[in-house]
């Protein structure tokens, strides 16, 4: 059911934030870093202010603690806190250490129903054999969207043994958020999946589609997709795109596109927590004024510094309070979430 109140009286919500634990409290999570990402997660730690060593200490409640004290020292109203499904093969059988991190379904479900500020997206492969019925559960027990990356869970969007599936999102209502472009933070196991086409088959089985990054590349030498994205707008009435991952030094690149129309109207905000946020890059292109880049960037925390930094680069309020209009809506989560 869509959310009845209008945009206006609502607060923002950034809805693109990962949920990230080692299993230390029990929740079922797992962290699998190797090889270079070892020094850039440790990178990102400490950029949320965790404490040295929390991948190997008590990361699970030391991470959702410092989520909820920035969520509450924030702007925002909410934010939307993403599931990790395993990588699964086409015959739907765990491909044994490809992923890198796992968070289970119920464990953003039990998070959103202790924490006011959290909304529960949760992530089913769909080539699982028990796809289906876990969608069952996961809307009975109070999912708003549902997330996945293709490139790197191995997910062909477009195969039509998925039809059901889709159509069954459709249905309740469960809009998608999907990785598009490349990417570096994970591991890839098809790179081709990183083209938003990827996406069409849900769409057509009437999916709201969200498409994180906006397709944008964040590699120098990586295949740029944004154009691809930008195209299916015009096709597709319900796919949007979100703005996470644009305060870092390449996927931003596109801001001034999606600040006009048709783009400016399907745009969500999303930071991609806890993924750097550094104003620098939109400084220098010239989308925000020293001034306004100063006073961000002393914002120590870094959801409220990239909601700013979106802002002063002229995303208008509608944007960052759009989503609210396509997340489904439960009894859990009645039409006072995110009111001023």
């Known amino acids: 059911m869509k959310n009845e109140l209008t945009p206006a009286i609502l607060k923002p919500v950034d809805m693109h934030v990962h949920i990230v634990g080692n299993g230390s409290g029990g929740t079922g999570c797992w962290l699998r870093v190797r090889g270079w990402r070892r020094p850039l997660a440790a990178l990102m730690t400490r950029h949320i202010g965790l404490p040295a060593g929390a991948m190997e200490g008590d990361l699970d409640g030391l991470y959702v603690e410092r989520l909820v004290q920035l969520v509450r020292g ?57 796809a289906l019925e876990e969608l069952k559960r996961c809307l009975a027990s109070g999912a708003v969207m549902m997330k996945c990356l293709p490139n790197c869970q191995n997910i062909n969007c477009n195969d039509r043994r998925f039809t059901r599936f889709w159509e069954s999102m459709a249905e309740a209502g469960l809009p998608l958020l999907a990785h598009t472009g490349d990417e570096h933070t994970l591991p890839v196991i098809r790179k081709e999946f990183a083209d938003p086409r990827i996406l069409t ?11 994180a990054h906006c397709a944008t590349k964040s590699g120098l030498f990586t295949r740029e997709h944004f154009h691809a994205f930008a195209e299916m707008t015009r096709r597709y009435s319900n796919l949007y795109g979100d703005t996470s991952a644009f305060n870092v030094p390449i996927r931003g690149r596109h801001v001034p596109r999606c600040l006009r129309e048709p783009l400016a109207s399907r745009m969500v905000h999303g930071s991609d927590f806890p993924v750097p946020v550094n104003g620098h890059f939109a ?45 489904r809506r439960t009894q859990a989560y009645p039409q006072s979430v995110g009111r001023k």
């Open 283 to 327: 400084w220098m292109r010239g989308f925000v004024r020293w001034r306004d880049f100063r006073r961000c960037q002393r914002n120590p925390n870094v959801l409220e510094r990239d909601y700013q930094l979106k802002v002063a680069m002229g995303f208008p309020p509608e944007s960052f309070t759009r989503v609210w209009t396509l997340l």
């Open 74 to 130: 924030s702007s925002l109203g909410a934010v939307v806190i993403l599931a990790q499904d395993d990588v699964y093969d086409e015959s739907g059988r765990v491909m044994e250490g490809a992923g890198s991190f796992f968070v289970p379904n119920d464990h953003v479900l039990n998070l959103a129903a202790w924490h006011r500020e959290f909304l529960p997206a949760v992530s089913i492969h769909p080539a699982r054999p028990d």
């Open 201 to 211: 088959l849900p769409l057509e089985c009437g999916v709201t589609v969200i498409a």
